[in-house]
């Protein structure tokens, strides 16, 4: 009895945390998937991940700009998108705060968008889901390139500005007092500045840019090198008592510092960069050290006293120092700090903004109208992805699959009717014999009979309503209308005894051969669009897919994004070509062997009565 109870309570228990979990799972489902504004027609899903198999960090970090970059491979509804991106709304995990952001760069006929987000905190091993809503043509713009970065960020320059001079992307409005670098539309993110060797970018002499060691001071920037360089300046800052000069000698970075004594100081060298490779380069200064990064990771420092600078700032050029020629290559992302940035704030930029980035996983698109946010199918959002040209292939895949079934169809009916009508003349035809032919079912008139001279051509003559299909009475009418030519008029069992020359009877052959050859013509017509559908329908889809294929690789190398999450919708949308032609190519070999089967048929058959009506015609008239 008490084990009995037992039970009772435990099942009890079960159910009850069965239905806890499910009521659980259902409020933290309807708490996501509510939907955010009416007014937006579409959502994406943003999956920042810091576990092992995306972009581990090691403690957190608070505020923090993460790059988007949206593409043709990870976006399908550029179409759908304002035009300036006045539309995009950034939504936090909760489904309900929206999120600082700004729009770098926006062209939705070339499918490439580049957004800075700030998000609020990013936890070491999780995975937090951001949305963005774009889709409403009413709404005005909600970017706000000052609110994406922190306050102790003073100047960010992306270089993606129409007129070539950059602008401060910071509530501090640190913009340049001139700049002669040209503008790469095809930089690192977005444009990047490229410098000859004399061009420069001189900054203003900012409070907010001043080298303060108490607070700590941190310079950071994507370079490329356009060759080995043997001496040239990154950037250098001269203040009344020192100076802080970024340089490069045969590709090997180093910091000097001067301090008020006149004493310099250099860090080591780092290893030579190559050229045409870009690379995140950053100097931070705190109150007794200066130190380099290279892609987020320290190469070298130096330990000292710092000393305040807060003069002019050059960017690709020295003021004036001697020996120091400019910088030749390619920068991008310029970002000062009034702050020492940490190590793993640094790691983190130079790994969430390159190109193999893989902090970010790109969901999928959902509509207003889904039902709270459920999802479209895989298939959906894979034909949504699908791009002009691969629209163009599947058009004409899918008018060769038109006409291919309508010729399968025609075809298969026409062979049918052929079939049915041949096995009814055959069973007439079978029926002769040159002794009992008058003794026959048929309904011949006495218009045949007189026409008629032979019991062969008097048999079967006049049955074209019973056999319209038959492709059999046909080659019968051609050898008995050969025959009426050959053969004088007569009745009855005179007919039977009138005699042909071999001659004669070979060229009733003949006819009846030329008439097999036409008939056999006649089915076989169109099944060449069976053959064109089998082998060109995948060598079409096979030309959607590469084009298609090297779109995506293309918008990936222009947008920088490398990582599968990037790949996997291109390329999927890429693949449609190749199952359409696939689609078009399947029912249509099977169709085309099938009906190719029943053709041969109905030649064996035709070749059997051709043998068989020349032999009674020898066997009565020879």
Known sequence: MARSKSNIEHKRMRRSFVFSFLILSVLSSQAWGSWWNDSWGYAKELTLDTTATGLPIDAPI???PVLVRLHAGNFGYFLDLK???SDLRFIGANGLTPLPFHVEKLDPVNELGFVWVRVPTLTPQSRSNIRFYYGNPTAVTAADAAATYDSNQVLVYHFSEPGGIPKDQTANANNPLDSTASTNVAGFIGGSAHFSGESYIRLPNSPTLQVSPENGWTLSTWIKFDALLPVATLMEQVGNNASLLLAAENNEIYAQLTAPDGTKLETPRTAALDPGVWYHLAVVISENRLSLFVNGT????LETAVPV?????????AVGEEGFSGFR???????????????????FAASSQGQAAALITYGEDVSSDSDGGVTESYFLITLHNVTV?????????????AISWLVMIGKGIVIGRVHKDNAAFIKKFGQLSAINVHELDMEDSEDDRELGQSPLMQALSGQHEHFQSSNLYRLYHVAIQEMSHRLPKAAGAQAATLLLTPQAIESIRAVMDGAMVREGQKLNSQMVLLTI?????????????????????????????VNVNAIAPGIAAALVATVAGLVVAIPALFGYNYLGTRIKEIHAD???????????VAEEHS
Request: glycine share 12%; charged share 20%.
């Open 62 to 64: 608070k505020d923090v």
């Open 83 to 85: 035009a300036d991106g």
């Open 298 to 301: 320290e190469v070298s420092y």
């Open 309 to 317: 600078i807060d003069g002019q700032t050059m960017i690709g050029s």
């Open 329 to 347: 290559g390619d920068m991008d992302e310029l970002a000062i700090s009034n702050v020492a940035r940490s190590a793993q704030w640094l790691k």
């Open 389 to 401: 040209d691969g629209w163009v292939v599947i058009v004409v895949l899918a008018i060769m699959a």
């Open 533 to 561: 559908a089998i082998s060109g329908g995948p060598f079409l889809g096979l030309l959607g897919t590469v084009v298609g294929v090297m779109i995506t690789f293309a918008a990936i190398a222009a947008s920088g994004d």
């Open 606 to 616: 035709m070749r059997v009565f051709v043998d068989e009506f020349v032999t009674k």
